[in-house]
């Protein structure tokens, strides 16, 4: 069974959440800590982490940035933050979702399933040079492994399916977010500027593994 970390620091929402994820089937546990967040996230007991933004001995943001050192575990960012400004920064910080207050609770189970879908997608093997672990959330490029967010996993397992394919943004959307929410583009922009940068610092000759055909979309380039 999932376990899901809380983090959050209005107790009424914590217990709801707590209470609808449970309905769910998944275990949780709850904390209002910003630095507690940060030691259970990374004791490897859990499979997704509800991050509230505003605690009260530190911003979530850095939360986010702090478990991002050590850990790929999906993050899904809660806020009454609206500017585009704000989500993007999180997403760039490593945030595999960012949901917005206030928010039905059954919303909220949804995305954490659909992040843990995500988090552990069919995990392709290409004879391009390229491989994915996805017990450990890793592209493996020669010997050398790349750490990914959830979210950046799950676009490269889409774009290994077919090396050369160009997908675009909205068929990549439709792949990634399967609850059919609405996401901007500059969110899967977001997404695949880090995980090129990734791939290409990862890869012994800097090959750019994410190919832009402007106008249309992306498709993995093989070496």
């Known amino acids: ?27 949780t546990q709850q904390t209002d800590s910003a630095e507690q967040a940060v030691k259970l996230a990374g004791s490897g007991e859990f499979q997704a982490m509800l991050l509230d933004i505003m605690l009260p001995d530190g911003d979530g943001m850095d939360v986010c940035r702090a478990v991002r050192q050590h850990s790929q575990l999906p993050i899904l960012m809660l806020t009454a933050r609206v500017d585009e400004v704000d989500r993007l920064l999180g997403l760039e910080l490593g945030a595999d979702d960012y949901i917005c207050k206030p928010f039905s609770p059954r919303e909220v189970v949804a995305r954490v ?6 988090a552990n997608p069919e995990s392709p093997s290409t004879e391009t040079g390229l491989s994915l672990d996805k017990d450990r959330y890793e592209a493996v490029i020669a010997d050398q492994r790349i750490a990914l967010t959830a979210i950046e996993f799950a676009l490269l397992a889409t774009l290994a399916r077919q090396p050369g394919r160009i997908w675009s943004r909205d068929q990549l959307m439709d792949e990634i977010y399967q609850d059919h929410r609405v996401v901007s583009d500059r969110t899967i922009d977001s997404h695949i500027r ?24 992306y498709r993995l380039e093989t070496p």
């Open 1 to 27: 069974m999932s376990r899901i970390l809380i983090v959050e620091d209005e107790p009424r929402l914590s217990q709801l959440l707590a209470d609808y994820l449970e309905h769910a089937q998944y275990q």
């Open 194 to 217: 880090k995980l090129r940068r990734k791939l290409a610092e990862g890869s012994p000759d800097d090959h750019d593994w994410i190919g832009s055909v402007y106008g249309v979309g």
């Open 113 to 118: 399933k659909a992040v843990l879908r995500r």
